[in-house]
């Protein structure tokens, strides 16, 4: 494990993180979900997936759950993170491509320091939260027609962050450059009714959708 540092609005601080190595090429960071941290099993599963196909990986957590706090803080802080984090993975493998990855939250504060001005090669969400469960009225889309790189929905059927699907669909439209692949009957930690599979096996079902992604 080692830590990166990350310069708030508020002051400098420290997260925790976990850096592969891989020989392919490419780099993909991982941001874990609101409710969870970089350990959690399907991150883990996820992220040690990618780098049995050769990818360098980081995996990150957000200050909030470096300061022991389970509600994210202000989107400034997580976008702060992200920018800190892609230094750091250039500057250990600077002819890498860089990809950002992460689990719905994660995945949308990458969006947002994107949309900023971020530079990466691509995005790819793990459940992209479009909007908070039986809220459409609320969309979390303002910035997606900004991003101009690759954009990657991996979103499972009945994922209740997306519904009604036609809304989802209207803001992947939007975008420039953004395409979907769907996992059928998936919730929106990519659960499916009737099969029990641990959660770090579901993130492993996912890396080669993500790893095809960057080889577009």
């Known amino acids: 494990m080692t830590t990166i540092q990350v310069d708030l609005p508020t002051g400098p601080t420290v997260v925790s993180a976990d850096w592969f190595s891989g020989g392919n090429g490419v780099t993909v960071l991982v941001a874990h979900g609101a409710g969870t941290g970089k350990d959690h099993p399907f991150l883990t599963g996820f992220t040690e997936a990618l780098g049995g196909l050769g990818f360098s990986t980081l995996r990150f957590n957000f200050p909030y759950v470096e300061q022991g706090r389970k509600m994210p803080g202000p989107a400034a802080h997580a976008m702060s993170t992200w920018r800190a984090a892609v230094a750091f993975a250039r500057a250990q493998e600077p002819g890498n491509s860089v990809w950002a990855t992460g689990k719905s939250y994660g995945g949308r504060m990458a969006s947002m320091a994107v949309a900023d001005g971020l530079v990466v090669d691509g995005l790819a969400y793990l459940g992209y939260p479009l ?67 641990p959660a770090s096996e579901i993130g492993a079902s996912l890396a080669p959708i993500v790893a095809e992604f960057t080889r577009r």
């Open 131 to 197: 909007h908070p469960p039986g809220r459409p009225e609320k969309p979390r889309v303002e910035h997606l027609p900004a991003i101009a790189v690759p954009q990657l929905f991996v979103e499972g059927t009945n994922d209740p962050f997306i519904q009604p699907i036609s809304q989802f669909e209207e803001a992947v439209a939007s975008c420039q450059d953004a395409r979907v692949v769907w996992i059928e009957g998936g919730g929106h930690t990519f659960e499916v009714k009737g099969q029990k599979r």
